[in-house]
């Protein structure tokens, strides 16, 4: 009796398919891991582990480790004005930075001053982005509101001028 062929790929729920977040994984590990953050979980979080306040004056730049490994050393690149208000917060910075690692791994932190403006790499790239608001022209509202307006459902003939309003709003754009 022959066994029955499985199917190419994968037959899970992903259907042979991978999250963009597992392929790209190995490649943010590499890259964090060169600065030394084994966990990227402190550079993609930085705000939740040390709080609002202190993660927009200062931001992490590397993880050094001594030549005897007993400890490390946490670099925080801020601007020149915000360093003296670091430096009195530096072992309550260290305590939620281990609580993050989940033992002692930080031994030290160092502070890094800079401009304001600062160099290339103060310009952390982790931050998001702020969202943009933008306002449809009324005229393309009310075409919108035309087209559904034999809809009968109300919550269906809304979500319909929203697609709508945008489908004509980039249209309107490109032109």
Same mark, same amino acid.
């Given at each position: 009796?022959?066994?029955?062929?499985?199917?190419?790929?994968?037959?899970?729920?992903?259907?042979?398919?991978?999250?963009?977040?597992?392929?790209?994984?190995?490649?943010?590990?590499?890259?964090?891991? %060169?600065?030394?953050?084994?966990? %990227?979980?402190?550079?993609? /979080?930085?705000?939740?582990?040390?709080?609002?306040?202190?993660?927009?004056?200062?931001?992490?730049?590397?993880?050094?480790?001594?030549?005897?490994?007993?400890?490390?050393?946490? %670099?925080?690149?801020? %601007?020149?004005?915000?360093a003296p208000m670091l430096e009195m917060q530096k072992e309550q910075i260290r305590?939620?930075?281990?609580?993050?690692?989940?033992?002692?791994?930080?031994?030290?932190?160092?502070?890094?001053?800079?401009?304001?403006?600062?160099?290339?790499?103060?310009?952390?790239?982790?931050? /998001?982005?702020?969202?943009?608001?933008?306002?449809?022209?009324?005229?393309?509202?009310?075409?919108?509101?035309?087209?559904?307006?034999?809809?009968?459902?109300?919550?269906?003939?809304?979500?319909?001028?929203?697609?709508?309003?945008?489908?004509?709003?980039?249209?309107?754009?490109?032109?």
């Amino acid at each position: 009796m022959t066994q029955p062929r499985k199917p190419f790929g994968n037959t899970g729920t992903t259907r042979g398919f991978s999250r963009a977040a597992t392929l790209m994984q190995p490649r943010i590990r590499t890259a964090s891991e %060169s600065r030394g953050f084994a966990v %990227s979980r402190l550079l993609t /979080h930085w705000s939740e582990i040390v709080g609002e306040t202190t993660a927009r004056v200062a931001h992490p730049v590397k993880v050094s480790y001594s030549h005897g490994g007993m400890g490390a050393t946490l %670099s925080l690149l801020t %601007s020149g004005a915000q360093a003296p208000m670091l430096e009195m917060q530096k072992e309550q910075i260290r305590e939620k930075v281990n609580a993050c690692y989940g033992y002692n791994a930080i031994a030290r932190i160092h502070i890094t001053q800079t401009a304001p403006t600062g160099f290339a790499e103060g310009k952390l790239a982790f931050d /998001h982005a702020p969202k943009r608001t933008h306002r449809p022209d009324p005229a393309t509202v009310e075409t919108a509101q035309e087209i559904t307006g034999d809809v009968g459902d109300e919550r269906l003939r809304l979500a319909l001028q929203a697609l709508g309003t945008n489908v004509l709003g980039k249209r309107n754009i490109r032109k």
